[in-house]
């Protein structure tokens, strides 16, 4: 059984490091695509933590 500490341990580093996966360098996008597409990102990720925990959204709904 994975600890309640565990686990949130695991989404910090989870958001963290595609956090810093998601640091633009295409010279095409401006600094706010930039923004807008690491929050998407985050976004995502935080939810696809938030399924593998609780179930898929469709699901909890």
């Known amino acids: 059984m994975i600890s309640h500490d565990q686990k949130h341990r695991d ?3 989870l ?3 595609l ?3 998601s640091l633009c360098g295409s ?3 401006t600094p706010a695509d930039c923004r807008n597409a690491a929050a ?3 976004r995502e990720a935080i939810e696809s ?3 593998a925990i609780f179930g898929s959204r ?3 709904r």
């Open 11 to 13: 989404r910090i580093y």
């Open 15 to 17: 958001i963290q490091s």
């Open 19 to 21: 956090h810093n996966r």
């Open 27 to 29: 010279p095409m996008q």
């Open 40 to 42: 998407r990102r985050q």
């Open 49 to 51: 933590v938030l399924d």
């Open 58 to 60: 469709d699901a909890r």
